[in-house]
């Protein structure tokens, strides 16, 4: 069951020490600790929820390297992350109770296609559907094959 605002757990003074310190250090993207985003963001497209102690959303690559960075950080060895893209797994792999690293937000840009060689590289918030959306015209589609992933040529 799905807590009542006013019995919304409170946040933990360690994520808040590690978000005061990102924000010292330059991070430039947004963060999200009100119960509403983070009660909007303990689920994706699987059964399960867990309610995250904060929601980061990385601007650029370099906010990214700087969490990674100030989580190194012997004082916030305990803190969990995780990374989420567009929240589309099923199997509830991009949730969490510790801080969420949503790249779906700014770092959701499609950035260079070969078509010659058969691949396109992305940021980590792209979604399949905006891919093959993008990759249509050149008459490739997004494929999983375990393994690997791959760009594949649409049937004639």
Not at 119 to 144: C, M, T
């Amino acid at each position: 069951m799905i807590p009542q605002i006013s019995q919304a757990p409170g946040l933990v003074q360690l994520v808040l020490t590690f978000l005061e310190s990102l924000k010292e250090q330059g991070f430039t993207g947004d963060t999200a600790t009100s119960y509403a985003d983070r009660l909007s963001l303990s689920t994706d497209n699987s059964i399960y929820q867990l309610l995250p102690d904060a929601v980061l959303f990385p601007r650029s690559t370099a906010d990214v390297a700087l969490i990674a960075r100030v989580a190194g950080e012997a004082r916030f060895s305990t803190l969990v992350f995780t990374p989420r893209g567009g929240g589309t797994g099923t199997n509830g792999q991009s949730l969490n109770q510790g801080i969420i690293v949503d790249m779906s937000r700014y770092m959701n840009r499609i950035l260079e296609i070969n078509p010659e060689q058969g691949w396109v590289r992305v940021e980590a918030g792209v979604i399949k559907d905006q891919l093959n959306a993008y990759l249509k015209p050149f008459g490739f589609f997004f494929h999983l094959n375990y393994p690997p992933v791959t760009v594949q040529r649409l049937a004639a």
